[in-house]
C-alpha cells in the first residue's frame, strides 16, 4: 500500500559508531563541557528526523567519511552527558562517536510514498530511548537506490537552528568542500548574570515549575486514541489566510504567516476538542535567542538558545472572536520575548533559585496529553532542504519522525519547494473530522 511502511521490510544490515576524524593532533578527551542555562531548560530527549533522497546518492561509505569528517567541528555530539559530584550537568567530549546504522528497504521509494505518520515511521531510526549516544544516523537504500536518512539527535545539546547547521555542515563535509561557517562553541560568555541582577519578569511557572506539579498528570490512558494527521497548506490559502489574520492589524502591518497560522490553527484544534468555552487554552512557542539579545548572538553559535512565549485565551473568546485577534495575542507574545526579557531569565536561573526551590523546566516530552493547550515547534526558518550529500540535488522529502504528543503541532516547508507548507498535528481520534471539516474555511 503506497505511504504505509508497514508493507514493506526494512533490514538492518550493520551498526557501528563513527568516530571525529584525526586531523593530526588528536584534542583530549577528558574534557568537561557544563550545559549553559538555556541547554538545563529545554527538552531532555532525542529528536529524530527523516530525510529522502533521490538517485544519484554518493555511497554510504562517503557519506560516513564526511560524518566523521564534521564531527571533528562538533565534537559535543561525538561525547557523552553526565553529571559532575554536585549534580552539573556537562558534555564529556570524549570522541566516544555516534551510532551509524546502515539498513535496507525491500521495496522503491516511489511505492513507499508520500509516508503517513504512523509508528511504521520509527523503522527508519535507531530509537530515541535509552541511548548513550548524542546522535545516530541511519541510512536505508531503498531497491531503485534512492536513500531515507533517518537523524536523532539529543535536543540538550542543541536546538534546531543548531542541528540544522550541523547538517548542512555534514552534507559540506561528504562532499569534500570546507566546513563554512565554523560552529561557535562558547556556552558561557554570551550569558552573563547582571551584577546586581534584575528579576523584571516572571520564570516560576513559565520556564520553571515545582517538582510536585511536574510529576502529575504525566500520561493518559487515552494515549492510544491518537493519531498525527498531516495537512497541506497551499501557498494560495497561505495568502488569503494571512491578509485575513491581519484585518484591522492595529500595527497597520500584516502579521507573518507563521503568526498568521498558528492563529488558524489554535482555533481549530480547539474548536475540534470540543473545550468548555469558560476554559483557558494557550499555546508555546519557541523564540530564538540569537535574534534576541543584544548584542546579537552569531547564527553559527551551537547550543540551545530558546524561550517561549505563551498566548493565552479564554475557549469562548479564541472561538467566537475574528482570526486576527488570535493573530494579535501571537504577535504581541512573541514580541514580549526580547532581549529584556532573556536577560531577566539569565538572571533569574544563574541566582541558585532554580536550585534552592528544586524548580525544574516546564518544556517535558513526558506529557502524551497537552489538552488544553499546544505547543507549535515550528521548522519553517531552519535550512533543512540544504543538506546536499553530493547528489546536487535538495532532499526529496523531509518530515518529523513519530511523535503521537496530542497538541505537539510541528509545522515544516513542503517539499514542494513552492512555499507551501505542511503541519503535522496530533489529536485525538475523535477529533478529526472535526478539525479536517474547517481545516480550509477562513470563516
Excluded at 536513500?147 to 563535509?173: E, I, K, P, R, Y
Excluded at 488569503?240 to 504567516?257: D, E, H
Aim: glycine content about 6%; proline content about 8%.
Amino acid at each position: 500500500m503506497p505511504g504505509d511502511p508497514k508493507a514493506m521490510m526494512v533490514r538492518v544490515e550493520s551498526s557501528r559508531l563513527v568516530k571525529p576524524s584525526d586531523q593530526g593532533h588528536p584534542p583530549p578527551t577528558t574534557l568537561r563541557v557544563p550545559l549553559s542555562i538555556f541547554d538545563k531548560v529545554t527538552y531532555d530527549t532525542h529528536i529524530a528526523v527523516i530525510y529522502a533522497f533521490r538517485p544519484p546518492i554518493p555511497s554510504n561509505s562517503m557519506v560516513e567519511k564526511g560524518l566523521s569528517r564534521v564531527l571533528s567541528e562538533y565534537r559535543e555530539w561525538a561525547g557523552r552527558l553526565g553529571k559532575d559530584p554536585e549534580g552539573n550537568p556537562f558534555i564529556l567530549l570524549n570522541d566516544e562517536g555516534v551510532r551509524f546504522i546502515e539498513a535496507s528497504a525491500d521495496t522503491t521509494l516511489d511505492k513507499a510514498m508520500p509516508f503517513k505518520p504512523s509508528a511504521a515511521l520509527l523503522s527508519f531510526h535507531p530509537s530515541l530511548h535509552g541511548v548513550a549516544e548524542l546522535v545516530q544516523v541511519q541510512l536505508t537504500r531503498f531497491t531503485c537506490g534512492s536513500l531515507m536518512v533517518g537523524f536523532t539527535a539529543h535536543h540538550l545539546v542543541a536546538d534546531g537552528h543548531a542541528t540544522s547547521n550541523f547538517l548542512v555542515a555534514w552534507g559540506l563535509a561528504s562532499r569534500g568542500l570546507a566546513i563554512d561557517p565554523l560552529p561557535l562553541h562558547d556556552r558561557a560568555s554570551f550569558f552573563v548574570p547582571r551584577s546586581p541582577p534584575r528579576l523584571e519578569f516572571k520564570h516560576r511557572g513559565v520556564e520553571f515549575m515545582t517538582r510536585n506539579k511536574f510529576d502529575k498528570g504525566k500520561d493518559n490512558p487515552l494515549k492510544d486514541d491518537i493519531v498525527v494527521h498531516r495537512v497541506h497548506f497551499t501557498k494560495e490559502f497561505l495568502h488569503k489566510l494571512k491578509a485575513q489574520a491581519s484585518l484591522g492589524s492595529k500595527s497597520n502591518r500584516p502579521y507573518t504567516t507563521f503568526e498568521s497560522l498558528v492563529a488558524h490553527l489554535w482555533r481549530l484544534v480547539t474548536r475540534a476538542r470540543g473545550l468548555d468555552g469558560c476554559e483557558t487554552t494557550h499555546v508555546r512557542i519557541s523564540v530564538n535567542g540569537r535574534t534576541r539579545l543584544s548584542p546579537r548572538v552569531p547564527n553559527e553559535y551551537f547550543g540551545n538558545l530558546v524561550l517561549w512565549a505563551f498566548p493565552r485565551a479564554k475557549v469562548a473568546e479564541l472561538i467566537g472572536k475574528p482570526l486576527q485577534f488570535a493573530a494579535e495575542l501571537i504577535h504581541d507574545e512573541v514580541a514580549k520575548v526580547n532581549d529584556g526579557y532573556f536577560r531577566s531569565f539569565i538572571d533569574f536561573a544563574s541566582s541558585g533559585v532554580v536550585e534552592s526551590e528544586n524548580l525544574v523546566p516546564t518544556a517535558d516530552m513526558g506529557k502524551s496529553v497537552l489538552c488544553p493547550n499546544l505547543e507549535v515547534d515550528s521548522w519553517l526558518r531552519f535550512p533543512f532542504y540544504d543538506l546536499d550529500f553530493g547528489g546536487g540535488a535538495p532532499p526529496y522529502y523531509f518530515m518529523p519522525s513519530y511523535f503521537p504528543v496530542e497538541g505537539m503541532l510541528f509545522i515544516l516547508p513542503s517539499s514542494m519547494g513552492d512555499g507551501s507548507i505542511d503541519a503535522f498535528v496530533p489529536l485525538f481520534c475523535h477529533s478529526v473530522d472535526a478539525f479536517k471539516q474547517d481545516c480550509y474555511s477562513l470563516v
